[in-house]
């Protein structure tokens, strides 16, 4: 089933780890965008891609960084983690053509860093 | 740059008494815009899109270039679009870049 797929759910590590979180998608999707979801409900764009080796930072800065090695993979990774990047991550992925700003989200990654 | 604004975090409708979701924009270009909605322990979702003119569970939403305004309406709230949403705006540029607002928590008290 065309989905698009967020691991891990929720993690919990102490400060200074290298984190991974991962984003697939099985849709054929050529965007693919990740949001951070404060406490606040508020979504912050903090990177995007619209297709294999192009990256973009979005509009809030970030300590992160992101690949686009393969269309349907789109990983986040931050190299030495802090409490501040406790958030929930939201990835998303979008078709180019008519309906620009439609886009799938999954089901998000809660990161706690200790 | 491209900005959304929501200017209420909190809206608390009784049910059946109409709804009004506001959503500004700055935007240079010609924007497209759309209202995601998130319900309790579900995923974002798209609800409507500016450009398809449609009316999704009773919500419609109206593009006004001069007022650069795309605020959501209902005329009789239920209870079961208490939600969180959010307007979002996307670039016409090739990068199309999607920007949100704030969001806008829907409590429609019974």
């Known amino acids: 089933e065309a989905d698009i797929y967020q691991t891990p759910r929720y993690l919990v590590i102490g400060t200074g780890k290298k984190i991974t979180l991962e984003c697939s998608q099985t849709?054929?999707?050529?965007?693919m965008y990740w949001y951070q979801q404060d406490p606040g409900m508020e979504l912050h764009l903090i990177h995007y891609?619209?297709?294999?080796?192009?990256?973009e930072k979005g509009d809030l800065s970030s300590e992160s960084t992101v690949s686009r090695i393969r269309t349907e993979h789109f990983p986040l990774t931050l190299e030495s983690a802090r409490p501040s990047h406790t958030s929930q991550y939201l990835c998303?992925?979008?078709?180019?053509?008519?309906?620009?700003?439609?886009?799938?989200f999954g089901e998000g990654s809660r990161l706690t860093v200790l | 740059a491209q900005r959304v604004t929501q200017p209420e975090k909190l809206l608390s409708v009784f049910k059946g008494a109409p709804v009004e979701l506001k959503c500004n924009y700055s935007?240079?270009?010609?924007?497209?815009l759309f209202w995601y909605v998130q319900y309790s322990r579900q995923r974002l979702q798209l609800l409507l899109r500016?450009?398809s003119r449609e009316s999704i569970k009773g919500f419609t939403a109206d593009l006004n270039k001069g007022e650069t305004s795309f605020h959501l309406k209902k005329p009789f709230a239920q209870e079961e679009d208490s939600a969180m949403y959010y307007c979002?705006?996307?670039?016409?540029?090739?990068?199309?870049?999607?920007?949100f607002g704030t969001g806008t928590k829907l409590q429609v008290i019974p």
């Open positions: 998303a992925s979008g078709t180019q053509g008519l309906w620009t700003g439609e886009l799938f």
């Open positions: 849709m054929g999707h050529d965007k």
């Open positions: 891609s619209y297709g294999v080796n192009s990256t």
């Open positions: 935007y240079s270009g010609s924007p497209e």
């Open positions: 500016h450009i």
């Open positions: 979002a705006l996307s670039n016409s540029g090739g990068y199309q870049k999607v920007t």
